[in-house]
Each structure stands twice: as structure tokens, then as C-alpha cells.
């Protein structure tokens, strides 16, 4: 049986038949000065119970070989254990043990293996008649023993890994915070922590329970846990609900009627409402493409938000011409308008006609209908021509008049 238990030890069995993903294992040793050596194993899982049970557990055998410690574990009923199964810790374990040897002298208890626990996990072992805590991980703990000190005297405390818990910075960026929950039976000699190039921001000393790192911008964290020898550092991403945003266009100078594609770069941001100076508004796109019906000078807005409530605005200024450098300048006296069906209408009210000429232009600057005016109206139809925005042309008496005009079918 003795063999058999060394061997489902070295291979990192336990009777437990069924462990799951949560199981955590330690093994507890202790080493006689002649050299001789003896081990418990602990683990936590899911499903066990802290009490003796059949396949979760494994009695001690005790050796009886003079010189040769015996180590065991206690379960909750008391039973002597070489392996022995606890329940997943949600708060600290105090678990007993007991030894039994045949003559008085110095013996060592060390920790053998650690497997599957969070660095923040500690094993520290009590001894109660000497009042003293060690903490295995980094050290191990050399005491005269006799061979009355059978069971309690010391005890295994297995401490529940600390919880970490992060708050967003919020829409400005200053007010993160990084929640800390210790098991409270566990003092910290102290906890730190650092920024992501390990600079010092602030520290406890001897906190336990539940405190917070307070007033954090976004970014990486080092928060450093001190007990005794034992060092760990845990590494905490702090999330901000602040905006960053910026535009672009695909030109800053665009004709009427050119399509203009418009970007945007923006950090932690669901909304998007895009104004572009003329009245018209698009919500909900990232990257939208636009058109300018008139000449002018516009500026564009992006105002991005989030879940959070936090907002930014981003503007870039647009600058919209005619094609081939007409203007758009109606003379007194000339009306220029769209009717229906694609139609323009032209109506010289009370002007003298001297030698008048009527030209049309599309967005490209290309002439799309040429004649003489020769009455005080004229109606022209663009039946072959797209929707869109067309530039009128009138000139009477060596003066240019132009008008944009908007025709659809």
C-alpha cells in the first residue's frame, strides 16, 4: 500500500476519481535530520466534503520504520489522512495535521508542490505552541519536535486567492478604481501599486478585507502583494469611458454635387452624429459619404458618444465651389427656377433683351443645353439629363447671371 501511494503520488493522482477543472493540489513535507522524508497531499475541488470519504480520500498508513517521520492531514471528522479532499476555497482553510516519530529532534517542514492555485493564494503554517506563522511558498520552517507532538499543534492555513475589481475612469479620465478584496483572516504586510512603466503610485501597509486604489487614469497596472519572503505582482488593465475622437475627409475642396467621404477615429464610442454645416445630419455611421447642393463654406461636426454618458466633438471645415469657376449671382430682374419634369424656367421681368443667351452647365462644368433667349419666358427641358444640380446661365447685355437649380423627375 506504501508503494503503491508513493506511486499515485509522483504521478499527481489523488483517489478523487472525478477532479475538475477547479481542482487545486498541494503537498506538505516533512524531512528528518538523518534525511528520511514523509508527505501529506491537500487538495480543493468541486463536489468534495471536508469529512472522510471513499474514493476522495486516502487513510494514513503509518510506516513504523524507526527514524522515519509519518505526516498526515486531518479531515474534518478527525480522520488521519494521507490525502485528503477539501471543498473549493471561498475563504480561508485551516486544516490540521499531526506527526508521529520515534525520537526527539530537529525535523523540516517544507511545501513540495502548488499546483493550479493563484499566485495569490498563501500556505502558511501555525505553529500554536510556539505562536508562529510561516509562510511556505518562499521558506520552509525547522522545529524540535517529540514524540508527544501528535495533532494540535500545527495547522495548514490556506488562504482564498485575492479578488481584484477595476471601475472605469469615467468621461474624464481621472476617477478609475482598482478594488482589492483580500480573505480578511489574512494581513498583508503591505500592497502597492505601480503604473505600467512600475513607478510607485501608492501603497498599504497591513491592509486585509476589502480597499481600493483610487483616482487612476486608464491604463496597465502592477499592484504588488507582500507577505513575509513571499512577493507576487499582479498585472490589472484599468478601462476608461472617455472619448478620443478625430475626422478627415476625402478633400477639404469639393464642387457642388461631388460625392466627399468623410472618417473618423474614435476611441470607446457607440454613437456617432454627423452635421455637415448645411442642415443635413447622419446618425450612426463611422465613415459616411456626403454631397453639397450649394457653394459655400461649411463646417463638420462629429459628436460621438457611449453607454457611459461621456461625449466628444470633432470638427473640419469643407469648402464647396462651382465647377469651371462659375458663379452663382442672379441679376435684378431675371428669375432662374425649377419646375416640375425636369424643366427650367426662365422669365426676364421687365429687362430688355440685347442680345440674351441662355447656357446650362452640370456640376462638371459641362454645357449641357445653349440657346438665345427671344422672349421675356422660356421654358427648357433636361428630359435627357440626370437629377441633380444644374448651373443657369443668362447673358443680356454682356452681363452674366447664374443661378444653382436643383431638377428632378
Not at 498508513?61 to 505526516?71: A, S
Not at 513540495?112 to 502558511?124: A, M, P, Q
Not at 484599468?238 to 477615429?265: D, K
Request: aromatic content about 10%; overall charge negative; hydrophobic content about 40%.
Amino acid at each position: 500500500m506504501k508503494v503503491l501511494f508513493s506511486i499515485l503520488l509522483l504521478l499527481g493522482f489523488t483517489t478523487s476519481l472525478f477532479a475538475t477543472n477547479e481542482k487545486k493540489q498541494l503537498q506538505l513535507l516533512i524531512r528528518a535530520q538523518n534525511g528520511t522524508t514523509d508527505q501529506t497531499t491537500i487538495y480543493f475541488d468541486l463536489g468534495v466534503s471536508p469529512a472522510y470519504s471513499y474514493p476522495e480520500d486516502e487513510p494514513k498508513q503509518m510506516n513504523h520504520i524507526p527514524g522515519v517521520p509519518d505526516l498526515f492531514s486531518l479531515s474534518s471528522d478527525s480522520v488521519k489522512c494521507s490525502i485528503i479532499g477539501y471543498s473549493p476555497l471561498v475563504q480561508t482553510a485551516v486544516i490540521g495535521l499531526g506527526v508521529q516519530i520515534d525520537s526527539t529532534a530537529l525535523y523540516t517542514f517544507s511545501l513540495t508542490g502548488f499546483d493550479n492555485f493563484d499566485s495569490t493564494t498563501l500556505v502558511i503554517l501555525e505553529d500554536r505552541q510556539l505562536h508562529i506563522f510561516k509562510e511556505l511558498q518562499v521558506d520552509f520552517y525547522t522545529v524540535l519536535l517529540t514524540h508527544n507532538d501528535t495533532t494540535g499543534r500545527f495547522f495548514l492555513h490556506v488562504t482564498k486567492a485575492v479578488q481584484f475589481n477595476t471601475i472605469s475612469a469615467g468621461c474624464n479620465n481621472t476617477n478609475g478604481v482598482i478594488e482589492i478584496n483580500a480573505d480578511s483572516p489574512l494581513v498583508w504586510n503591505a500592497v502597492s501599486v505601480s503604473d505600467s512603466g512600475y513607478v510607485p503610485l501608492t501603497s498599504y501597509t497591513n491592509p486585509s478585507g476589502q480597499f481600493n486604489f483610487d483616482n487612476l487614469p486608464e491604463g496597465l497596472y502592477h499592484v504588488t502583494l507582500n507577505y513575509d519572503n513571499y512577493v507576487t505582482t499582479k498585472n490589472i488593465q484599468l478601462n476608461g469611458a472617455y472619448i478620443i475622437v478625430s475626422i478627415s475627409a476625402s478633400s477639404r475642396n469639393v464642387a457642388v454635387g461631388q460625392n466627399i467621404n468623410f472618417y473618423s477615429t474614435a476611441t470607446n464610442t457607440s454613437g456617432y452624429i454627423w452635421s455637415f454645416g448645411d442642415g443635413a445630419i447622419i446618425t450612426g455611421i463611422a465613415n459616411p459619404t456626403d454631397v453639397y447642393y450649394s457653394a459655400g463654406i461649411d463646417t463638420v461636426s462629429l459628436l460621438c458618444t457611449n453607454s457611459s454618458g461621456c461625449s466628444a466633438i470633432a470638427q473640419i471645415v469643407i469648402t464647396v465651389t462651382w465647377s469651371a469657376g462659375l458663379s452663382n449671382q442672379v441679376a435684378k430682374g431675371i428669375s432662374i427656377i425649377s419646375e416640375g419634369a425636369k424643366t427650367i424656367k426662365v422669365m426676364m421681368n421687365d429687362v430688355a433683351i440685347n442680345d440674351a443667351e441662355l447656357k446650362i452647365y452640370n456640376i462638371l462644368g459641362q454645357s449641357v443645353y445653349s440657346s438665345p433667349v427671344t422672349a421675356g419666358q422660356m421654358q427648357v427641358s433636361l428630359s435627357g439629363q440626370p437629377s441633380g444640380i444644374y448651373l443657369v446661365s443668362v447673358i443680356n447685355a454682356g452681363i452674366v447671371t447664374t443661378a444653382e437649380v436643383y431638377i428632378n423627375n
